[in-house]
């Protein structure tokens, strides 16, 4: 069973705060992503990374950056917290390939800035 | 890129009637079309997926189909119970397995 593990759940962080949300995954998967999820925006691809040390811009990267050091870890960081960036962010890793190989998500990281 | 569209964002149905969920996609290059499900505070889910080459696929209550001519694609769920209640998010891939997401549609089973 594959397992997408977003360790912190819940945080509460002030403006200007550098932020670190991590992601592991179990399955050995190539990609893995990171998405924004807000009400009636539905989920927007900030980035992701195919292999290891390698990272791609997705459709809202402003504000952010990621790290990818080792294949089942994929970092997210919000340089300096903004309210705006006040969501909920989803991991979610899958094998490569342009057929379509299941994404799995992990269960979410709700980020509140004040 | 790809964009996706889905209607409507809100759908309510009496238990046991069917529910249909419309997407349409841009790219005409897109070969997969997944569907996940989120449940309240979950994680989105992958619930049933269709491939380009062919037109409808079936996995008990739940079916998708899809029309490449028009570029749309639609989820079905027939004999809906209220554990149906959730987000539907439909998807088609574009790139290296990157997915372009609807905005969602709320389902709501009323008992």
């Known amino acids: 069973d594959v397992k997408v593990t977003q360790s912190s759940r819940y945080l509460v962080k002030r403006t200007g705060e550098k932020v670190f949300l991590e992601c592991v995954q179990d399955m050995d998967h190539e990609n893995m992503f990171w998405y924004r999820q807000d009400p009636g925006l539905g989920l927007r691809l900030i980035y992701f990374s195919y292999d290891v040390k390698m990272k791609e811009k997705g459709d809202i990267p402003e504000g952010y950056s990621v790290s990818r050091e080792k294949k089942e870890r994929f970092s997210l960081i919000l340089e300096s917290a903004s309210t705006n960036q006040t969501s909920m962010y989803l991991c979610a890793s899958s094998l490569p390939g342009g057929d379509g190989n299941t994404i799995y998500f992990g269960e979410g990281s709700w980020l509140t800035v004040v | 890129g790809e964009n996706v569209e889905q209607h409507p964002s809100t759908l309510s149905v009496q238990e046991g009637d069917s529910a249909v969920i419309k997407c349409t996609y841009s790219d005409s290059a897109s070969n997969y079309f997944p569907w996940y499900k989120q449940e309240l505070g979950k994680r989105p889910q992958l619930i049933i997926d269709?491939?380009?080459?062919?037109g409808e696929k079936k996995d008990q209550r739940i079916a998708v189909t899809l029309n490449k001519t028009a570029k749309h694609f639609s989820l079905h769920i027939t004999e809906t119970q209220p554990e149906d209640s959730a987000v539907y998010f439909c998807a088609a891939i574009y790139g290296n397995n990157r997915l372009a997401f609807g905005k969602g549609n709320q389902v709501v089973v009323i008992p």
């Open positions: 269709i491939r380009s080459n062919v």
